[in-house]
């Protein structure tokens, strides 16, 4: 099964993806930035892009309708930047509770695709364990198999 997703762009250092969202509230560039925090461990920085201020804006809430594909277009983000960064680890958190929770939906959703490439774990209660549908976590810790 093949999801769809938005053609996205990157730059030399696989660092920063951006891509256009399309939907009932018109063109919304979105932008995913991996940053490091530790030696090949990643921050992933997902959101809208402010051009007033050049930054990542995660607290918008867009409604474009296309939160799916948006949501596809990030995980492939992922695979494209694990294949080029094979050895890092990818640190995933939702700016909210909900916005966290929406993650593990599409994780859940998905998982038959993403187990076949990806470990997953997900953050309870400060530990790290292997990820589980139906827990509710803080963060998700993804590296390529």
Known sequence: MQLQKYRYKTNQTFLD???ISEGPKGKIKKVVRFSAIKTNIYNLGFGDWDESTGEISDT???NNNDSSKVLATVAATVNDFTLHYPDALVVVQGSTH???????IGL???????????VVYGLINEKWELFQSRRDY???LVHRK
Request: net charge positive; glycine share 0%.
């Open 17 to 19: 993806y951006e891509f």
């Open 60 to 62: 918008v809430v867009t």
């Open 138 to 140: 803080t963060a998700f």
């Open 98 to 104: 909900s916005r966290t929770r929406l993650y593990r």
């Open 108 to 118: 859940t959703n998905n998982w038959s695709l993403i187990s076949a490439d990806f």
